[in-house]
């Protein structure tokens, strides 16, 4: 059984900076790229960032290039969301999201193409 499990979630103030883990059980984690995504409440979810199984292909949204950082560890089955800077607006619960790939340098931005998820992880930024 799959399972995608974040952490690293919480309060933190506008300008201060949280690190989100995903750690991946009962699938192949090089064989997949793996994705962040988030959503506001009353909004739609949306993508932050993408890495390929690699590590070599990486996407971002461009409301968070340049704060956000997305990396992994294959050897520790976890993926990483660096976030720096943090906006108000950045308030979410945070979704890791993995997508089977056959080709370990591709990646997606789109949440319709990823296998599994994990439950989520809030995260409250405060003006």
């Known amino acids: 059984q799959v399972q995608l499990v974040e952490s690293g979630g919480g309060l933190v103030q506008a300008g201060g900076s949280l690190r989100l883990s995903c750690t991946a059980s009962?699938?192949?984690?090089?064989?997949?790229?793996m994705g962040w995504f988030r959503q506001a409440p009353g909004k739609e979810r949306e993508f932050v960032a993408s890495?390929?199984?690699?590590?070599?292909?990486?996407y971002y949204a461009d409301s968070v290039k340049d704060r956000f950082t997305i990396s992994r560890d294959n050897a520790k089955i976890t993926a990483y969301l660096q976030m720096n800077s943090l906006k108000f607006e950045d308030t979410a619960v945070y979704y890791c999201?993995?997508?089977?790939?056959?080709?370990?340098?591709?990646?997606?931005?789109?949440?319709?193409?990823?296998?599994?998820w994990g439950q989520g992880t809030q995260v409250t930024v405060s003006s």
């Open positions: 999201a993995a997508k089977r790939t056959f080709d370990y340098s591709r990646t997606s931005t789109d949440a319709r193409e990823y296998d599994y």
């Open positions: 009962g699938l192949t984690f090089r064989l997949y790229a």
């Open positions: 890495i390929s199984g690699t590590g070599g292909t990486i």
